[in-house]
């Protein structure tokens, strides 16, 4: 199962996901993938630790597919957190694409 | 329109900088998320899908123009240029900072505006009827009686810390249109035989994952008492209402477990003691101030107008017929602004609608809008002879849809594209729903229909009193559709029955069409989908809309 650690960002609630490079990133193309439950944890608890300099808040993962180079959630929330509005595409992440 | 006095003023302004000061603590990291949460939430501040969202109160559904503005120009300095009307006679906009919030919200005290009661487990903010103080069958404006209870209720120490959220509707027609029968408290004003104003008080009403129909408790209630017998509900429910179970602790669950009768009992002992005090009970100068503020406009003496040439041009005459209703002043009519054009988003509206639609208010209606739980706009004091002129420029914005109780008129909540609790879309739903159904006129031959959509089993979108409701629900990360059909939030308020099974989000609209073919096909004269329903039962649409799965 591969998942992506993801939460919102504390001053404008963005969503962001966490990089390989340990950075917080808008896009979720760009987010680190763990294969591994350790790694998972691991993940946590950078999360965690993110949540406690201010950074970002309620950091979680979530189930994606390597879809190519792409990744794509399993759920339709990840989906609608990914991109922005379904309803709105000139909202959210998706409008600068 | 009530005005804010020195007292008024200074707490909201006081309020603006306490939160300001949490979010400097909060970003600076004096305070945790844990910490925050329930502070920001008593400031109308969510964190959603995408981005905080903050929910503005618009008690009991009135807005001039000024504040209008103000709410056009925050969502033009602080959002993305639009704000959404929410089934609770608010606004919410959905992108703001976190760190420009003390500015919005200075901006809108500066309109004596706040988020204050939007959120947490206090007294919401107040709603009513959105036809007060226009409607031919009221007794009284009932926005005296919800200020009056927005002055009680806003910060009462007793009552900032409940079991759970808290929320109260007023109306003082015998046409319900607030809902009022799944509310925590639904006040109803009425004339008694003796020719006083008395109240009724309904008590443990509510939808959610419990939907149930709250009982009368109250009845007859003196008008200098009405505090005290509130203030009698709430200690019961506050003492008794369950803190252990999030899902077990609205005060409907505490009526369903003592009974009605058990809880009458309770609160009368209560309400003695309260009314022993003296500290609730309302001077009638007191009443006399609030009401000074909610005086008639000054109303022209007109005759009714001839409008026979004007309903020649198309497109007049279907709005007219629809989205116009019949004022207590000869020469006046109430005008419902549909937000639901075909394909769009209920609800929402522009800062350029929400400017014109201020513009209009001060040029036709007193200066003065109405926010309905159906997520409409209302202007309620419109003379009859301006209401070509109005229909005009509405239809220029694109706010003159003449479908207002018809299925395109659809109730629904944000669901999934922003809700941090959605299990499903609403929002999509309704677009492929009004979409399906664009003909207005065919909408107009199937006559009243109330479509309410929610997202999860919250009801945000009141699913459980449509005529129609859907409720969105998460099969595996997919979702799907329940239907249900016989609800009502009317004075004959009714719980709808599920139909079965539900459905894929592309099936809806077939469904939809199936259960309004067969409404066609059963419905006698003058019937309304409502009225066929009762009439038939449930078991012929089931048959229906099941045959061919």
Same mark, same amino acid.
């Given at each position: 199962m591969l998942q992506v650690l993801t939460a919102n960002r504390l001053i404008d609630g963005t969503v962001v996901y966490l990089a390989p490079s340990g950075a917080w990133v808008e896009s979720l193309s760009k987010a680190r993938v763990f294969e591994s439950k350790p790694d998972a944890e691991t993940a946590l608890a950078v999360g965690t630790e993110a949540e406690r300099r201010q950074l970002i808040v309620h950091a979680y993962l979530f189930e994606v597919l390597q879809a190519h180079d792409d990744l794509r959630p399993v759920r339709q929330r990840e989906i609608i957190r990914a991109a922005g509005p379904s309803v709105r595409r000139d909202l959210g992440k998706q409008a600068a694409a | 329109m009530y005005r804010y006095d020195e007292f008024d003023q200074r707490a909201v302004d006081e309020r603006v900088e306490q939160f300001a000061g949490q979010i400097a603590r909060r970003l600076s990291g004096e305070l945790t998320e844990d910490e925050f949460k329930p502070l920001r939430l008593m400031n109308g501040l969510y964190l959603q899908l995408h981005a905080y969202m903050l929910r503005v109160a618009i008690p009991y559904g009135t807005l001039s123009s000024r504040q209008l503005h103000m709410l056009a120009h925050i969502a033009r300095t602080w959002d993305k240029g639009y704000g959404h009307f929410t089934t609770r006679q608010n606004l919410q906009f959905n992108w703001p900072r976190l760190a420009d919030v003390p500015e919005i919200l200075r901006a809108l005290a500066s309109v004596?505006?706040? @988020? =204050?009661? &939007? $959120?947490? *487990?206090? =007294?919401r903010n107040v709603t009513s009827d959105h036809f007060a103080g226009a409607a031919a069958d009221e007794v009284e404006d009932p926005r005296i009686w919800s200020e009056i209870i927005r002055q009680w209720s806003t910060f009462h120490p007793e009552f900032s810390y409940l079991p759970r959220k808290f929320k109260i509707a007023v109306t003082a027609s015998s046409r319900d249109r607030t809902a009022l029968r799944v509310h925590d408290i639904g006040v109803a004003i009425r004339r008694s035989d003796s020719g006083r104003n008395v109240f009724d008080v309904w008590v443990g009403g509510g939808q959610g994952r419990t939907p149930i129909i709250g009982h009368l408790? %109250?009845? %007859? =209630? @003196?008008a200098e008492d009405l505090l005290a017998y509130l203030e009698a509900i709430m200690r019961v429910y506050n003492q008794h209402g369950r803190r252990d179970n999030i899902y077990k602790a609205r005060i409907k669950i505490l009526v369903h477990q003592i009974g009605a009768g058990d809880m009458r009992r309770q609160v009368a002992v209560e309400f003695e003691q309260v009314k022993a005090s003296g500290h609730v009970t309302i001077p009638q100068a007191e009443i006399d101030r609030i009401a000074a503020y909610f005086q008639p406009p000054a109303f022209e003496t007109l005759p009714d107008e001839d409008l026979r040439e004007a309903r020649r041009v198309p497109g007049f005459a279907a709005w007219h017929d629809t989205n116009v209703a019949r004022h207590k002043v000869p020469g006046y009519a109430i005008v419902t602004i549909s937000l639901k054009p075909v394909g769009g988003i209920p609800g929402d509206a522009s800062a350029d609608q929400m400017d014109l639609v201020a513009e209009l208010a001060k040029a036709f209606s007193f200066d003065e809008i109405r926010v309905t739980h159906e997520q409409n706009l209302v202007l309620a004091h419109v003379r009859q002879r301006d209401l070509p002129a109005l229909w005009r420029k509405l239809t220029v914005a694109g /706010? @003159? &849809?003449? *479908?207002?109780? /018809? =299925? $395109?008129?659809i109730i629904a909540c944000?669901? /999934?594209?922003?809700?941090? /609790? @959605? *299990?499903?879309? $609403?929002i999509s739903i309704a677009q492929a729903i009004s979409t399906r159904f664009a003909d207005l006129e065919r909408q107009r031959m199937i006559g009243e229909l109330k479509l309410k959509i929610s997202g999860c089993i919250n009801a945000c979108g009141h699913h459980h009193v449509g005529h129609i409701g859907i409720l969105g629900v998460d099969k595996k990360g997919v979702e799907f559709y329940q239907l249900s059909l016989g609800g009502s939030g009317d004075e004959s308020t009714s719980l709808g029955e599920i139909l079965g099974p539900a459905f894929g989000e592309a099936e809806v609209p077939d469904a939809i069409e199936t259960l309004v073919d067969t409404y066609i096909s059963l419905r006698h004269d003058g019937e309304r989908f409502l009225d066929t329903y009762r009439r038939v039962g449930i078991q012929p649409f089931r048959e229906k809309l099941y045959a061919s799965h």
């Open positions: - | 004596e505006m706040h @988020a =204050i009661q &939007t $959120s947490g *487990n206090c =007294i408790v %109250g009845d %007859g =209630i @003196a /706010l @003159a &849809t003449a *479908n207002h109780g /018809l =299925i $395109s008129d944000p669901g /999934l594209d922003y809700c941090d /609790l @959605a *299990n499903a879309r $609403s």
